[in-house]
Structures are given as C-alpha cells and as structure tokens.
C-alpha cells in the first residue's frame, strides 16, 4: 500500500554534488526542496574519521563507500552479438553511494571542456571532413565555451579548485595550460606544492618543448572560504584520496561545500536511506506528478512534487528515465530513440618508467597532485596527417603509494616469492607513473538499454551496457602511448613499460568511473533526450542533471562540466523556468 | 489574540493616543523578543525539532530531573493563566504563579538583576508566542528533594533578591555589559563555580565552573586561563559568529552563540566584552612544573599521528576550521574535563551566518588508551608556549567513564 | 572530581535546537532538516582480529593454508614469512564476513558461463571455493605425489603452485585452479599488506619493510622535500609502540 505524502515544489533524486547544487540554489529562490538518497548520511567527522580512513583494504579493496552491486549493478557486453551477463562485481568503473555520491571519494581533477569539445561535429567536420568520422556518432553539444565559462567559473570558486590559470581572458599565462579557452580570472587557489615525480616528468616535458602544468585540483593547497562562506582546510597529502572521504575537510564535497549551508534551511529536507524506484507521470505521460520511492523498511512512498530534477548519477539518471517511460529508448538497429543513445566512456593508458636511483615517497600524494600536458588533447594539435579524431592528456599525478593495489614491478617480475619481494621492495619507492586519459567518441552501437533477464532487488530490469572502445578512439590511445614512450625515454629511468588499451573492453579490472550519455543535450530533439538547460524534452517539469548529458567524452575527468551544466540549469529554472512552470524552454 | 485584544481595550479607553499605542506596544513586543534572545529562553523551554518555548528537554541534574516547562501563553499546560505580576514575581524572586517555588535550575538568581521595564518587555513579547499545548511534568525529582518548600531554606542561605546596581564610577557601556552578564545573560549559571548547595560562589565569580562534563572556562580576564589574550575586538567575534582566531564555539557554548550571543547588537556584545575584560582575577597562579620528559615524547608521537592533520604541527590550527591549541584558553583551563571529552567524543562547532561551516572533530575514544589521552592533552598543555599542568590517565577515564555510560 | 556535587543548568545538546531527526524504529531512513546531524562518541572503526584459533577453516585446511602463504611470502632476509606475518589468520576471519558470503555482490541468476571480459559469473562465493578448492588441492597431490601439500618439499610446493598459476594443473571437482590460485594469491597479499587490525600483517612487517608509514595523515612537512627519504615510523589503525612509554 503507497502511502500519499504532501506535496514538495521540487523533489531531487540523489544527494551528490548535482544534488547538493540544486537543491542549494532552489531553496534560495524559496521553493520547497526534498532530496530522496538511497544510501545514508555521511558527514566527515562521525564517517570520515581520522584514526581509521585511512584503511585501504576496507576503503579501497572492499570498497565500503561505493554502491554496491547486490544493490544496484548493470549487465554489460561488447557488442550487441553478445549475451550481455550481469557485473556481479564492479570493476571497471565504481559507482558511489550515500550523500556526497562519489563526490566523496574522488580524486578531485577538475577541468573545462573546450569550445572545440562542444562543437565537436562542425568543428571536426570542417577541419578534416565528414569521411574522418564517419564511423562516429558524434554530436553539438549546443552549448558554447564562452556560454559554459561563467558556471565553470561558478563551480570552481565553490570547490576551491587549485590551480593556475592558462588563459585568463585571452591572455597567456606563463605556467598555466596554453591550450585552455580563456577564463575571466584564475583560479580561486593557486596550484599545490608538487612531490618530485610529477615535478620531474614537467621538468622532461618542458625540455621536449611541450607544455605541462599543475593539474587543477579539488585537494585544497591552502585554507579556503568559498562564496557560501565555507571553509574548507589545506590538504596535507596523505595519500587516501580517492576511494576515501576526506578526514579533515580539504578535498571538495558537497559535505565540505554546500551542505552546512544547505542543511540549516528550513525549507530543505532530505531522506537517506530510500531509493527511488520511477518517477511517476500524468497520463499522457507529458509531464511528472512525483516520485515513488521505497525505504529501508521495504515500505513505499508516492511523493508528489511539481518540479522533478534527476541527479542520481549519469547511468542511474537514464536507467530512472527507462523505467518511468520517460522519452523512448534508444534502438541501434533503428536508430530512433533518445535514451540510452551516445553511450561513451574514457579511453586510458598507462606508462610506468623505472628508476634505480631515485626516491619518490609515493605515499605524499593527493588526488589531484600533479601535472598535465594537454599538447596531444582533443583537437589541440593537427590530425591532418593521422588516422584518428580525439586525444589525450597525458598526467603526472601520483595519487597513492598503498600497498595492496600499488607496488610496481619491472615486467617480468614473479607475482610471489622471494623474487618477487625483492622486486616489489625495490620498485615501491623508485618507479614513476603516468598515463593518458583520452577522449571517448560515441558510435551507433555503444548505448544503454534494459536488460531483458536480469533484474534488481525490487524486480525491476537492470541497464544493460554494451560498449567497447571503438576502433578510432584504439588507434588515439596507442597514438598518445607512442607520445609516452617519447617521455618516458627522456625521462631516462633503466627501464619503462607502457601498457596499452585493446579492443574488447574489460569490465574487470578499474580504468575510470567516468561513465558518459545515455540521456544526452543538444539542440535536436531526435538526437538528444534533453535540451542545453538539461530539460527532459519530453517531460518539461523533469530535469536530467549529470554526465549523463554529454553527447561523448573529452580526454577530461568530467565533474568540472557536470558541476557547470548544473550551475546552468539552476540558472535557467531560478530565472526562466519557474516565470512559467512546465513549458519547455526550447521550442522543439 | 491577546495583544490585539490589548491594543482594542486601551484604544478604546485612551482615544486621545490614536495609533501611536499599538505602534508602541509592537515596539515592547520586539524589545521583549531581544530581551528573550539575552536570557536565551529557548535554550531550556524548547525541544529539538519541538515548538517554541513549549518545554524543553530534561536537566539531569545530580539531584533527578528537572524538565523545562511549557512557557507558551497556553491556558491548561503553559502560562496561559499567569499575570505579569506573576512573571515579574518568578522572575526576581523564585516564586511563581500560586507560590510554587522553583528550582535554581531556572536561573532566577541571575534574572533577580533584571530591571522591571525589561522585565514587562519581556512578558509582554512572552504573550505573543503561539499558543502550545503540551503538558510537561517539570518535577521529576526524587522525594524528598521534589518538595519545592526546601527551596524556602536554600534562598535564605544562597539567594537575595534584588536589581542591578550600577557602578557611577565606570562607564555606561561598561554597566550595561555588566547588567546582560549578571542578569538576562546569566553567564554565571554556567561559568560560575558552585558551592555544595548548588548556587554560585560569587567570590570566584566567572572563573570557570564544571557542568555534565564539560568545563565552562574561566571568562574573567585571567591572562593564564581567561581572556586575557583576547582582544575585545575578538571576543566580540567570538559571541557573534561562534569563531575567532583563539577558539571555535561548540558544546554547550555553541547553543548559546547560535540562540543568543550571534542575535544581540554590536553594542550590546561590545559592552560585555568591555564588562568581562574588567574582572581581573588577582590570583596569582604559579607557573605548573614541566612535565616529565617521557611523557613529552609520547605525547608528541600521539599528537604527531592523530592531531597534526587538523591543528598542525606548530598547533596553529586553522581558522575556522580547527582551533589553534597553541595559546588556546581551554587548552590552559585547570580543568581538563572538557579537553578530555573533546578527544574521546568528539565535538560539534557553531554554526552562524557568517561562520557556517560547522566542522566537528572526530571521536577517538575507539582509538587511544586513557594513558595516551592523557600524555597528548600534557603535550598540547605544555607546547609552543603554553604551560599547564599534567593530565593523569584516571582523569581521562573518570570522563570516558560518564560518556559511556 | 566526579565526587562533587554540580548543579546542572543546562543539559549538553549535541545538535542545534531545531533540529529535527526522526529515524522509525524498523528503518535506517532518515529524515534530515534544520542541521547537520552529530552524535557524541560517534564512530564506526574496524575491529580488531584477535589471533587464536580458525573461526572458518578446519584444521588441516588451515594449515594447508598456513603452507600455500607461506610460499607465496616466504620467509627471508626482507621479511618474515606469509605464515608468522598472519595471511592465514587475515583469510580465515575475511571468509567468515561479508568477503566470504559474497553479501554485497550480485549473486541473483541465471548463471551463464561468460566472457573473460564479463568478470566472474560463478555461483560459489569465496568460501566456498576456498572449501573446494582446497579440498581439490590435497586430493589431487594425494593422487599424483601420495602426500598432501604440507608434506611436499618446499621447491616441489613451489613448483606445484607455478603450475597452478599457469593453469597447468587439472584439479578435481571442477575447480579450476589458475582462477583458484588468482583467488589465494589476492586474499595473501591483502594480508600481508593490509592493516594489523584485520590479523594480517604482523607489526606492520611488510610496510616497514617497503618504507610506507602506514595510517598517517600529514606529511606537509615532507612534501617538499624530494627524493629525501621520509623519517618517521609506520603507524597503524591501532597506533605504534611509541605511543606508551616502556613498561606504560
């Protein structure tokens, strides 16, 4: 029996950073806000605590922080001529839980798309022609750099990102990324002090006349009050960064950003603890009464709301999109439908150079403690000559030195024995990492649908991923990894070992939780589930807020983008939408 | 309502006076309400998550449990059928409506100081609260401690009545700091210390005072243990917004700046801090022996891998986020009560308009022996300049002890 | 101290006045409005393994896992061996919880055999492979050599798991023995690697001998300091001997 609850203005599904950002401006503007999370509270003191973060079998190999699968997981294949088989285990990518969400535990890179990144399709198109990418179902995203830059602006002084500034309004910056759009200033904290391995793989860049620069950074590099008047404290490179909460408030979360503020409002409410199980609709299915949910005690809930925002994480956004009915999902064979569509991930490769001599301290890290060189990233340099659209930055951020997941070895090396301690000793210290996070182009046949056998807890079907790295993004990746061998060369180690990504993606071991799409922007309603505001096309009082909207990957971690389209859709319900409640914004 | 049912009768009695009487009444109802916001009324009356003023949650107090009552003008469960006679009776006397005597737990010893023109401000901003019923049965003493007659006897020994009187020879600013500290303010209540019979030992006015574990520091203007580091400048700061660059608020004193220091005016917190910066305690207090030298050595590797992180190596803290330890007033208190329930359970800071950001420290009972407690507490107490006396290991676990219980 | 008398005035809360935190006695839901919630003496750390006695395996698996980790961490100049470090006792009490049952996995069928890119789709959980697969182990050294693993020389041990590893042994019972052996070799590592709280790990013996200071937090001080080696010891979750002064 659903019990009837009162009615709320907005109702927000999940309590992560597009959550917390919602809900924060919405409350400014009076409305009624009630954020429903499926996992628990989590504050830093009682669930981050000093003495015991720092456990990385717990935290890192049990993973205690993230969802897990029993609750929620997906079924994935390569390709639509397989049997999609259930991941009853995450492995490839993480996905978080509780409030916070993986804001939590990430590591904290935080960057801007270009404006090249945006008009991916035009501006491909007219520097290499439509044969080039062809095979590619790339798309406008509809949106502009300059549009985009004052909510990147926004979302970095609320983080406190450090880092500095390559262009600030046209102007070059010595020490910052020559190849960035300009910003209107720099960036709220300067970079943070660097260890020796991301200090030495700058140091080789710059001596082969490329142009690396700090990584900007959501660890703190000082103490830092943002606009809300939180205060976040100086990270002290302890080296538990991502897959961790922060322990003493230096790494951005809507815990350490948003949520003090948010939680004293009296017209905020939150309930952890229950999960959404659709988003219910008016007959017609044109627009959203509210949501029904189910709580811990397996009871349910109908919650009535006029506005309905999803920021339960990109996949999660397009799975509730399915199973409420809302838009029609994708058909690769077809092509028709929208939800699902544009599916795309995050091409990686790793390189690791090994040295005799040298003592890195790979337990001083952070997050985000490192440098980049963006010289072979998306459209930055000529692909005239090459075989491929895309590209990679290429980091220097050595983020841990724990010992369960991180104790290189040269290739070769026995897994165990005394052979293999005596390697393990010597490479802990010595070996220097660094690796290629590339751009991850949409194709016809990687996309999200339902899965028609496996079900979840509660019997509704499970999101079905077929996806695999196509073959324009391999011949990128091994690209980038011919540009990293050029590095690790001059960095001079006794040797290096460079490991490349194959077709037939593993869903075993981690490579990135930066899962793209499936619920995609744009300014084509046949092409895209929701317009450049993030608003359902075909429910206007529902509203998709994630990476989710991406219409493909650029070789970025995502957060920064997601937390400035959530910045902008908050624009565009505080000061247009709610003039007129459930009309579209965009005439289709 | 009530106040409009006033405002009718005396516009009907006095048509002479035409709008300017329910102009003035809206203005003793705000003064009242500022007056409420200096006696910290909902601090005690009101739950967490309950209606306001409509009964608080219950005072363990050694003798039982006393619960604030419902003070709303409800006519059955609150005062709904007092007068203010009644209210200025109770409030200078102990004495309430129908002669029931009351418990100092309510601070009338403190509020005796009240004048009556704040006293009917006060009463007449009470009147206007929404009405609540809810039924608290305030009592809850064991016999036969909850005969209220025995408070005849404790007044007679530890109680006068009376108003404030000012000092001609020191400044406005400074009585009228002292009138909010002695009265409406109550500080005493908590900072005061105690006699046997509970009242406060007004020689050692302000010089700190335990309470349910937690050590109300010495506010007087003691350079050792008081305020003597801190400028006027900020302790204003510090009762405005919870946090300054010596202290961040939490615990009991957290409730007080979020319900009443961070709502009073700029002058107001002037005065006090001009008043408390006046009270020298003349006690000269010896400077405490060093401590051994192996406890130096284990409190430092306790504090290097549980406290550095937040209140830095050097103990300079960081802003309004991690108090500084060194330099830090009740780091130097000569009580270690609440040093040693920080570390064990944690704490809690204020959360004001301009300082929201409410960081708490994490507990580490789980973690640390009451022997390691202790050796870190000596440690803070007796670096980067600071000096106080040692912490023994029985002292940390008296107050594990009433945190676990 | 806690003799005297104290009058009480105000009872310590440990939120703001209008918070409000309804939690219904069957459901962890919460639901939060007016303050961010806190609770004294709050905390939820690991607890400690207490080493003695096998709580999962009988006594022969145990010991034929004490054996296998004593192999895959060998006692030598580095360090002491998989065995003392406490391997055994860290995979007995993981297989005991949540690891063991495969509680937080999705364990719901069909299971169908799958790709090597669609992780492992088996039905047992880890305990009962370790109960299979060991079993296995023995039973097909009894067969081949007449001894079990314990009573084979420590280089035909050796031997034996390479082989295993490469996935060159036909064990019984369908066990198959590289997936197996993967299995054995993760569960080692994590104890001799992990935090002494989880019974692994002796005296943070693997991390003293890598050089990684273990649960610290602050190393601002070093940060700068590159290619330096960093001086202080390791300290774990339950601390380090310089915590307590001798004979404290």
Request: overall charge negative; hydrophobic content about 40%; aromatic content about 10%.
């Given at each position: 029996?659903t019990?009837?609850?009162p ?6 599904v999940?309590l ?8 924060n ?6 409305l009624?806000?009630l954020?429903i999370e ?5 504050d ?11 456990d990385?079998l717990?935290y ?17 294949r ?5 049997t ?5 285990d ?7 839980n509780?409030?916070g969400g993986?804001?939590?535990h990430?590591n904290g ?7 090249s ?5 035009s501006?491909?198109t007219?520097r290499?022609?439509?044969?080039r990418?062809?095979?590619?179902q790339v798309?406008d995203?509809g949106?502009t750099?300059a549009?985009?830059?004052p909510?990147y ?6 983080a406190g990102?450090?880092?500095?500034a390559?262009n ?6 010595q ?11 720099d960036?709220?904290?300067?970079p ?7 200090t030495?793989?700058?140091?080789t860049g710059r ?6 620069f700090?990584t900007?950074?959501?660890?703190m590099?000082?103490?830092y ?20 909460g922060?322990?003493?408030y ?9 949520l003090p503020?948010l939680?004293k ?11 959404v ?7 017609g299915g044109?627009s959203?009464r509210?949501?029904t949910y ?20 990109g ?9 409420s009915g809302?838009g029609?999902i994708y ?14 991930y ?5 390189t690791?150079?090994?040295f005799d001599d040298k ?9 985000a403690l ?5 010289d ?5 340099f000529?692909?005239?000559p ?7 930055g ?5 983020t ?5 997941g991180?104790r290189?070895?040269?290739?070769g ?7 293999w ?5 010597q490479g ?12 991850s ?14 079900k979840?807890?509660?019997?509704r079907p ?8 196509p ?12 540009r ?9 180690g ?5 490991g ?9 071991p981690?490579?990135?939780?930066h ?5 995609i922007m744009?300014i ?7 317009n450049t505001y ?13 990476a989710?909207?991406f219409p493909?990957n650029a070789?970025?971690?995502p ?11 908050a624009?565009?319900?505080r000061?247009?939408?709610?003039r007129?409640p459930?009309a ?5 | 309502m009530?106040?409009l049912?006033l405002?009718?009768a005396?516009g ?9 009487t329910a ?5 003793q ?6 007056q409420a916001v ?6 005690c009356?009101?739950r967490?998550?309950?209606k306001?003023?409509?009964g608080g ?8 449990a006393?619960?604030p009552p419902n003070?709303?003008?409800d006519?059955?469960?609150g ?9 200025h009776n109770m409030?200078?006397t102990?004495?309430g ?16 100081k009240m004048?009556?023109?704040d006293?009917s ?5 009470l009147?206007t ?14 016999f ?12 007679l020994l ?10 001609p ?5 400074w009585?009228r700091g002292?009138y ?9 209540t908590c900072?005061t210390?105690?006699?046997f019979l509970g009242?406060?030992?007004?020689s050692v006015f302000?010089q ?5 574990g ?10 050792r ?8 400048d900020?302790?204003v700061?510090?009762?405005?917004t ?5 202290s961040i608020?939490?615990?009991?004193m ?5 319900n009443?220091t ?5 002058a107001?917190?002037?005065?006090v ?8 305690s ?18 430092e ?5 549980n ?11 960081a802003?309004a986020l991690?108090?500084?330890?060194a330099g830090n007033?009740i780091?130097?208190q000569?009580?270690t009560e609440?040093?040693s ?5 944690g704490s809690?800071?204020?959360h004001?308009?301009n ?11 789980w973690?640390?022996?009451d022997?390691?407690?202790?050796d870190v ?18 002292e940390v676990a008296?107050?594990?002890?009433e945190?676990?219980? | ?11 310590f809360?440990?939120?703001v ?11 962890l839901?919460?639901?939060?409005s ?12 690991p ?24 192999r895959?961490v060998p006692h030598?100049d580095l ?6 470090a406490g ?15 495969s ?6 069928g069909p299971?169908?055999?799958g ?5 492992y789709q ?11 697969g060991?079993?296995?182990i023995?039973?097909f050294l009894?067969?081949?050599d007449?001894?079990?693993?314990v009573?084979?020389k420590?280089?035909?041990?050796d ?8 996935g060159?042994?036909?064990?019984p019972?369908?066990v ?6 993967a299995?054995l ?10 935090d002494?709280?989880y ?7 693997s991390?003293?001998m890598l050089?990684?200071p273990?649960a ?9 300091k590159?290619?330096?080696p960093?001086?202080?010891p390791?300290?774990s ?5 310089e915590w307590?002064?001798?004979g404290?």
């Open positions: 029996m019990r009837i609850l009615r709320k203005d907005v109702v927000i999940g992560g950073w597009t959550g917390a950002i919602l809900a401006e919405l409350t400014d503007q009076g009624d806000v954020a499926r996992g628990p509270w989590r830093t003191a009682t669930d981050f605590n000093i003495g015991y973060m720092q990385e717990r890192s190999v049990r993973r205690d922080l993230f969802l897990q699968p029993v609750v929620e997981t997906m079924t994935m390569n390709d639509p001529s397989q999609a088989l259930p991941m009853r995450f492995g490839s990518f993480l996905p978080g509780g409030v993986a804001g939590v990430w890179h935080t960057w801007r798309f270009w404006d990144d945006f008009k991916i399709k501006n491909l007219n290499y022609g439509a044969a990418i062809a095979d590619l798309e995203w949106v750099g549009e985009m830059e909510y602006d926004q979302f970095e002084y609320l990102i450090s880092g500095k390559g600030i309004k046209g102007q070059l910056q020490g910052g990324n020559p190849f960035e759009d300009p910003r209107s200033r960036y709220p904290n300067p943070m002090d660097m260890t020796y391995a991301p030495l793989f700058a140091e001596s082969m006349g490329l142009h690396p700090p900007p950074s959501a660890n590099s000082r103490a009050t943002n606009p809300l008047g939180v205060t976040l404290g100086q990270c002290t490179f302890c080296g538990f960064c991502e897959r961790f922060c322990a003493n230096s790494k951005s979360s809507a815990q350490t950003t948003v503020v939680m409002k009296a017209n905020f409410e939150v309930r952890t603890d229950s999960e199980l659709h988003v219910d609709l008016h007959t044109k959203a509210g949501v189910i709580d811990s005690s397996g009871e349910e809930f109908f919650q009535p709301a006029d506005l309905v925002l999803l920021c339960a994480y996949l999660h956004n397009v799975r509730l999109m399915m199973l809302i029609r058909d690769p064979g077809s092509g028709e439908g929208t939800v699902g569509r544009n599916y795309c995050q091409t990686n490769a790793g690791q150079v090994f003592n890195f301290n790979p337990f001083i890290a952070a997050g490192g440098q980049t060189i963006d072979y990233n998306g459209d930055a000529d692909h005239g090459l075989d491929f659209v895309g590209g990679a290429i980091n220097c951020i050595p841990n030195g724990r010992p369960i991180t290189p070895t040269v290739p090396t026995p897994k165990w024995g005394s052979a301690k005596k390697a393990t000793v802990y210290k010595s070996t220097l990492s660094f690796s290629s996070q590339g751009s182009y949409a194709t016809r046949t990687n996309y999200l649908d339902l899965d028609p056998t496996y979840d807890r509660f019997g499970l999101m079905r991923m077929t996806f695999d790295f073959d324009n993004d391999i011949r990128m990746s091994n690209y980038l990894c011919d990293m061998e050029e590095i690790a060369k001059k960095l001079g006794k040797q290096y070992a460079v490349r990504r194959k077709k037939g993606w593993d869903s075993v981690y490579q990135s939780t899962n793209t799409g499936g619920a744009g084509d309603p046949k092409r895209s589930a929701v993030l608003q359902s096309w075909d429910v206007p009082n529902l509203f998709v807020i994630g989710s909207a493909q070789g970025k971690n957060t920064g983008t997601v937390g400035a389209l959530a910045f902008r859709a624009d565009a319900i000061n247009h939408y709610l007129n459930g579209p914004l965009v005439q289709a | 009530k106040t049912a405002t009718f005396t009907l009695a006095t048509l002479a006076l035409g709008p300017a102009a003035d009444q809206a203005d109802i705000i003064r009242g309400q500022y200096l006696g910290d009324c909902v601090g009356h009101t967490p998550g309950g306001s003023l409509a949650p219950p005072l363990e107090t050694p003798f039982g006393l619960v003070i709303t003008p006519a059955e469960t005062i709904g059928n007092w007068s203010e006679a009644d209210f409030m200078k102990g004495i409506h129908d002669g029931v005597r009351l418990y100092p737990a309510m601070p009338y010893p403190a509020y005796t004048t009556d023109p006293l401000d006060l009463w007449a901003y009147t609260v929404e009405p609540v019923s809810n039924k608290v049965e305030a009592n809850q003493l064991p036969p401690l909850n005969i209220r007659f025995s408070m005849w006897g404790w007044n530890n109680f006068s009545e009376g108003g404030f009187a000012p000092d020879s020191k400044s406005a600013e009585n002292a909010i500290v002695q009265g409406a303010g109550h500080c005493g900072h210390p105690k006699s009242a406060d030992q007004d302000l700190g005072a335990s309470l349910q937690w050590f109300a520091p010495d506010i007087t203007n003691s350079a243990s008081g305020l003597g580091k801190w400028s006027e900020d302790l700061k510090y009762l405005k919870g946090v300054n660059a010596h608020a939490s615990g009991p957290a409730e007080a700046v979020e009443s961070s709502k009073m005016t700029d107001d917190l002037k005065a801090a001009v008043y408390l910066k006046s009270l020298g003349d006690t000269v207090v010896a400077a405490p022996a060093k401590p051994e030298q192996a406890r130096m050595v284990t409190g590797a306790v504090y290097r891998d406290c550095s992180a937040c209140h830095g190596g050097d103990g300079a803290g802003g991690f108090p500084a330890l007033s780091v130097a000569g009580s609440t040093l329930r920080l570390v064990l359970a809690q800071a204020v004001t308009a300082a929201p950001t409410t960081p708490a420290m994490p507990s580490l009972a973690r640390l022996k022997q390691e407690v202790a507490l000596t440690y803070v107490r007796n670096s980067w300049g600071n000096a106080a006396s040692e912490v023994s290991a029985s008296a107050v594990r002890k945190l676990t219980q | 101290m806690s003799e005297r008398y104290r009058m009480n005035r105000r009872l809360l440990s939120s006045a209008m918070l409000t935190v309804t939690a219904p006695a069957v459901s839901a919460r639901t939060i007016g303050a961010l919630p806190w609770e004294p003496m709050a905390s939820d750390p607890t400690q393994v207490t080493a003695g006695g096998w709580q999962f395996f009988t006594p022969q698996e145990a010991a034929l896992v004490e054996a296998i980790v004593d895959l030598d360090s002491i061996g998989g065995k003392e391997c055994a006792v860290y995979i007995d009490r993981q297989l005991t919880g949540a690891f063991g049952s509680s937080r996995l999705y364990t719901q299971f169908l055999p790709l090597p890119t669609q992780g088996g039905e047992a959980n880890p305990a009962q492979r370790y109960r299979a060991l079993a296995a023995d039973a009894k067969q081949r007449g001894k079990t693993f009573e084979l420590p280089e035909d041990q031997a034996f798991l390479t082989a295993m590893e490469a060159k042994v036909e064990l019972n369908s198959k023995a590289a997936g197996f052996f299995l070799l993760q569960n080692t590592m994590e104890g001799f690697f992990a002494p709280v019974g692994g790990n002796k005296e943070m013996v991390w003293r050089g990684f273990g610290r937090y602050d190393y601002r001080d070093h940060v700068a590159h290619n330096q960093y001086p202080l390791s300290v979750i339950s601390g380090r001997p307590l002064s001798k404290a």
